[in-house]
């Protein structure tokens, strides 16, 4: 009971971080803002939203899969927006403004 109410919450809270970072890429204005913006928001509700998952399923085979994507997520976020970012910045993409016109 305890762990279905857990994992509820941190279902929920996974949402509450979604929508937050919705509203934050339309409100910052340069890409790399955005896109430091997207990559927090992600690496955060992923962890709270496949922690719930576990929470809810409780121990079992698909707990420990969930983890291994887990971990797998929080290394591979990272350095995707890294490479992008790094890319962006190697063409000279300007840093006030960006793609806004």
């Keep these: 009971m305890i ?3 857990i994992g509820i919450g941190l279902l929920i809270l996974s949402w509450i971080f979604i929508i ?6 339309v ?7 955005r896109m430091l913006s997207s990559s927090l928001v992600d690496s955060t509700a992923m ?7 576990v929470f809810v399923r409780g121990l079992q085979q698909t707990s420990f899969k969930v983890g291994v994507l887990l971990l797998f997520l929080l290394i591979a976020n990272p350095v995707t ?17 960006g793609c806004d016109q």
């Design 20 to 25: 937050f970072g919705g509203y934050s890429m």
């Design 81 to 97: 927006t890294h490479l992008i970012a790094r890319s962006a910045n190697r063409c000279s993409l300007p840093l006030d403004g």
């Design 47 to 53: 962890l709270f939203l496949l922690g719930g998952l």
């Design 27 to 33: 409100k910052l204005k340069n890409m790399y803002s």
């Design 3 to 5: 762990n279905q109410t």
